[in-house]
């Protein structure tokens, strides 16, 4: 391949991206479009656009479409809102939503709901075409004891003006439950709530519960009740278990108590017999030494036998004979009897 032929080539490549680079910084077609859309805008600002790194189809397209909608918006507002990090086709589709819906909807809060990070499009249409959002079960308990699950449906509309700064959904649903406690709780008896669950909606509703936030309660549905535990006899079972575990304690400590006491005065007992069994012991020594002192004969010390002695047979005829002797004894006396018929 010559020289000239790769020379040319070359021209042709330079110049087909000398080309593109014209047209991509000097946007003809995209001109033209706005043109004859109605829009008035300048070639040269294209090419500002491009150096300021803004798209300009974003740009010229969100006011085309704004121009056959009727609505007037500046470039200026356009291109700012896109710098500060904005969705300019949000902004726009939600202006024209909010037009033909008769809602009074300015530029300036549309970028600010835009920018607080809410979906300002989804907000235009959820005013319009209102939102239902079903609450987790709720569980309260009424005076009498009965425990009871409630499911709530909230029909909720966007409230423009306080979307900036206005608590969300999971606020709503917070403060909807805390109703339905409240009110579940306040009722005398389980069987009133289950005949008029409208009067949960009333109470909840009559409390505002949309203050603050970026809706506007349409209204509060009880979508379902269930019956639960009874929490009162629960808790009164609980008491008395509690109670019963209290009382056994007790009474486990007076038994040990009670324990304690009998060893210790069996203990005194024993130590009673043996000073009683020491005092005994005494006796023969007290007797020895009267002997040799002197003060005890012999004779006093027989008749001190024969009382002793006396005495044992005096107690042992007292005492009542045990049951295995009481039955030889009555065997003996039937064999004595037997005997003298046979001689007889």
Do not use: C
């Not at 007076?254 to 006796?283: D, F, G, L, P």
């Amino acid at each position: 391949m010559s020289s000239q032929v790769i020379v040319i080539i070359a021209i042709g490549i330079g110049s087909l991206f000398a080309i593109w680079l014209i047209f991509y910084f000097i946007p003809v077609g995209l001109w033209f479009k706005a043109l004859v859309s109605g829009v008035r805008i300048s070639l040269l600002q294209l090419v500002f656009m491009r150096w300021r790194k803004i798209p300009p189809n974003v740009i010229v397209n969100s006011m085309i479409s704004a121009t056959k909608a009727g609505l007037k918006i500046d470039r200026n507002s356009l291109e700012a809102h896109y710098l500060a990090g904005g969705r300019v086709h949000k902004v726009v589709n939600a202006l024209i939503s909010a037009d033909k819906a008769n809602m009074t909807l300015d530029f300036q809060t549309a970028t600010a709901i835009d920018l607080a990070g809410r979906d300002v499009l989804e907000a235009v249409q959820m005013s319009v075409n209102p939102k239902v959002i079903d609450t987790p079960p709720v569980t309260a308990v009424a005076k009498d004891g009965i425990q009871l699950i409630a499911k709530a449906r909230v029909t909720v509309r966007a409230n423009i003006k306080q979307l900036v700064g206005g608590a969300g959904e999971e606020t709503v649903l917070a403060r909807v439950g805390e109703g339905v406690v409240s009110s579940i709780g306040s009722a005398q008896s389980h069987k009133s709530v289950l005949e008029n669950p409208d009067s949960i909606s009333r109470v909840v509703l009559e409390k505002g519960l949309d203050s603050g936030t970026a809706f506007e309660i349409l209204s509060i549905d009880i979508a379902d009740i269930d019956v639960g535990r009874n929490i009162g006899a629960v808790l009164q079972i609980d008491q008395a278990n509690a109670d019963k575990n209290i009382a056994q304690a007790k009474a486990e400590e007076r038994r040990a108590m009670a324990i304690a006491n009998e060893q210790e005065m069996k203990a005194r007992a024993q130590e009673a017999r043996a000073n009683v069994i020491q005092a005994e012991a005494e006796i023969p020594k007290a007797i020895a030494e009267a002997f040799r002192t002197g003060n005890l004969g012999i004779m006093d010390y027989y008749r001190f036998q024969n009382i002793k002695a006396d005495t044992q047979m005096r107690e042992s005829i007292a005492e009542p004979p045990a049951p295995q002797q009481k039955n030889e004894d009555l065997s003996k006396r039937d064999k004595d009897s037997d005997d003298k018929k046979k001689k007889s």
